[in-house]
């Protein structure tokens, strides 16, 4: 399963309407209804009389905060980055457009319940008043923002589009018959920014008996912002969303918390449709008969290269009943079928913010519609797990892995797994549940679902080495408090290196006690010889270690191709199987580097793995020269659990964080909910804030602020309160 970050084309002329009086004069008579209070961490609360009120201030609060990002969501979901950046993204516009359709977006909201046509009407409100109260903010592109955006998605998450595997070189390929655009996928020299945490903690576990929820979503840094929002219809949620969502994404209320972590499950699949051209016309074969190929014309738009002019590109694009055709292998073209945009999703995105408990939130989750998340619960009595959300039902002789037959309706969906029959794990009797994009089957020690009692598209994800590491961290206590659980989510134990480490050692000590190379790698290797496996700012082993590791990546991922092994079993393998010489000559380059770049090996990894924000000025570099934070977390790459992704940006000497523990919140459910939280650098994306990076060191010690959910207390540390527009 592939996820691509896929967006839709509407017309310009959308965008440039002014705004009328009578607009303005209603926006200016919602923003009294409506408060904010900004506390000393700059995070924005908001309190409506209604869930409107409520999304109107919480897209005013965004657009303060970082305007840029929320308008680049949509840019991107709208298909039209091309005319942003140029050319070069014109086939991931395509793609987009191919997968969401706006004008069936533009009929949910004319045909949506009054209660979500409020909402989506209030989310466009409140952005346009932000753009009318703050006209020296020049948007790129989007000039007025339209209430039937957020229906361009299924399930909220911005950017989490299936395409079954299929990628952009195939897309451009089959649509402009050029074979030189088709890229051989091949692993770098950089660590693979990858997933999410979520732990549950029941009762039994729980120092005070209240269950507990770690939230820990990996992410861009600066892609989910904290926020507060509550109306008197109810609504009290806390947590993070993505830039442009009128819902907490991740988060809690009163009653209960949800994280969600990325699934592998099977939500889209390929069809092969065989081709055949008669009089002219282009059919597709389907039960023994002929069925005609639908036809579309979508035009693509992008700027010039001197930033003077928009073109058009018309492009011809074709469909079968499956779904769009995406690409051509072996004289078969490639329809995808996919449930990327919903309005039930949309539904059960908000809805589950209201939820007050257990069976209220497993009546929402019984939409089914969340395409792309597995999700971690807690409750005030229960934790629970679900694995996926949106299962279509399928013949399970085939291998939904691959392209299916489309000419055999024997390969169409039958309708969706109820929520029961999906992996799901409630209160299990070891009294923890962990998801780190990983397999369901360890999802809680012993008592994990049976891998034998599902079919394979339900659970396709592997094992990886945060799974295994959060399954050692939550078996070892049998008592949690908050801060427990905030110290198990950073826990720095790199876990691939229990097969990577030793085959090292075994192949360095099969060399004669004369080599060269030996003598030179004796000191280095001696000091990976009495590393604990914890990445941590004054480690040299760590930064060893790593350097050495990130050059083994390629041939890592190219060990035995033609079985399906996931992460974990393929490193073990290639541990096993890599030949001495290899393992040693790129520890030997790895050390020879180091040297280069530092003069000595002997490279602490808070020297070389750096946290720096940059302005996001176009034209800005990371910079060796500038203030930066050494961090001790590594990427969830090698097994740690507080991932923190970083390389090497413009042959700089360090490496700099861009991907990883993003919002990080712990959450107990006793009486009162008590929580506490923590953020990349700070809330406010304006370099001239003092919440821009005001969390910053926090963020790199893992030192957790203490989250105001009561208004009582967010009262007592307000900064400032105000009615959007003031």
Request: glycine content about 6%; proline content about 4%; aromatic content about 12%.
């Amino acid at each position: 399963m592939k996820y691509l970050f896929l967006f839709l084309f509407v017309p310009i002329q959308l965008f440039s309407q002014k705004f009328t009086p009578t607009e303005i004069a209603k926006w200016k008579q919602q923003a009294k209804q409506i408060t904010i209070i900004r506390d000393n961490w700059g995070i924005a609360h908001v309190y409506g009389k209604t869930d409107a009120d409520a999304v109107f201030g919480l897209l005013f609060a965004q657009c303060e905060d970082d305007f840029k990002r929320v308008e680049m969501n949509y840019i991107e979901k709208l298909g039209r980055m091309a005319e942003v950046e140029g050319e070069g993204e014109l086939w991931q516009d395509l793609l987009n457009r191919l997968v969401l359709d706006s004008a069936e977006a533009v009929k949910d909201f004319k045909n949506s319940q009054p209660w979500l046509k409020k909402l989506l009407q209030a989310y466009a409100d409140g952005i346009n008043f932000y753009l009318y109260k703050n006209p020296k903010v020049k948007p790129m592109l989007l000039k007025r923002f339209q209430p039937w955006y957020p229906l361009l998605w299924t399930d909220g998450s911005i950017g989490a589009i299936s395409t079954g595997g299929l990628n952009i070189n195939e897309l451009k390929t089959f649509y402009t018959g050029d074979h030189s655009s088709v890229a051989k996928i091949e692993m770098d020299e950089e660590e693979l920014p990858s997933g999410s945490n979520g732990f549950a903690i029941g009762p039994s576990l729980s120092a005070s008996g209240n269950p507990m929820l770690y939230i820990n979503p990996h992410v861009t840094f600066y892609f989910r912002p904290e926020i507060h929002m509550n109306s008197n219809e109810g609504l009290n949620a806390y947590g993070a969303v993505t830039w442009g969502q009128f819902f907490i994404y991740q988060g809690f209320n009163e009653y209960c918390g949800w994280m969600h972590t990325s699934s592998s499950v099977d939500v889209a699949d390929v069809y092969a449709e065989t081709i055949v051209k008669k009089n002219n016309r282009t059919y597709y074969e389907y039960n023994k008969g002929l069925k005609l190929i639908i036809r579309k014309t979508i035009t693509l738009r992008y700027k010039s290269k001197n930033g003077d002019s928009m073109i058009n590109k018309p492009i011809q694009v074709f469909y079968t009943h499956h779904g769009p055709i995406m690409a051509e292998r072996d004289g078969k073209w490639l329809a995808l079928k996919h449930n990327n945009r919903s309005m039930n999703g949309l539904i059960q995105s908000w809805q589950r913010t209201k939820a007050k408990g257990f069976a209220d939130f497993k009546k929402v989750m019984n939409l089914r519609q969340n395409t792309s998340n597995n999700t971690v619960f807690a409750d005030k009595n229960n934790i629970a797990y679900w694995h996926g959300n949106f299962v279509p039902k399928r013949d399970p002789k085939c291998d939904w892995s691959k392209p299916v037959d489309g000419s055999d309706s024997s390969t169409e969906w039958q309708g969706l797994h109820k929520l029961d029959e999906t992996v799901h794990v409630y209160n299990p009797d070891n009294g923890w549940i962990q998801n780190c994009n990983s397999t369901p089957f360890t999802s809680a020690g012993v008592n994990s679902p049976a891998k034998s009692a599902f079919p394979t598209y339900m659970a396709p994800d592997g094992e990886n080495f945060r799974g295994i590491n959060a399954v050692r961290v939550l078996s070892k206590k049998n008592s949690f408090t908050i801060n427990d659980l905030i110290a198990a989510g950073y826990d720095t134990y790199l876990s691939a290196f229990e097969s990577l480490i030793p085959a090292l050692i075994k192949a360095y000590d099969s060399y004669l006690e004369k080599d060269s190379v030996k003598i030179q790698l004796k000191e280095p290797l001696e000091v990976l010889r009495q590393w604990d496996g914890y990445s941590s700012e004054n480690s040299v082993a760590t930064t060893l270690a790593i350097e050495w590791a990130q050059r083994l990546q390629t041939k890592i991922f190219q060990t035995a191709p033609n079985e399906q092994l996931d992460q974990v079993a393929r490193t073990r393998r290639y541990a096993e199987t890599a030949p001495a010489a290899d393992l040693v000559s790129q520890f030997l380059n790895t050390v020879t580097d180091l040297k280069r770049r530092f003069n000595t090996w002997q490279v602490a990894w808070g020297e070389i793995n750096r946290y720096q924000r940059l302005t996001g000025n176009v034209a800005e570099k990371f910079d060796d020269n500038a203030p930066s934070l050494a961090v001790g977390m590594a990427a969830s790459t090698w097994g740690c659990l507080p991932s923190f992704v970083s390389r090497s940006f413009n042959r700089s000497m360090k490496r700099y964080g861009y991907n990883g523990n993003s919002f990080i919140c712990a959450v107990e459910f006793g009486k009162k909910v008590k929580a506490k939280s923590l953020l990349t650098g700070g809330v406010n994306g304006n370099p001239s804030s003092k919440h821009f990076g005001d969390q910053a060191e926090m963020y790199t010690k893992g030192k957790f602020k203490d989250v105001l959910y009561y208004k009582e207390d967010v009262k007592k540390h307000a900064e400032r309160t105000y009615h959007p527009g003031e």
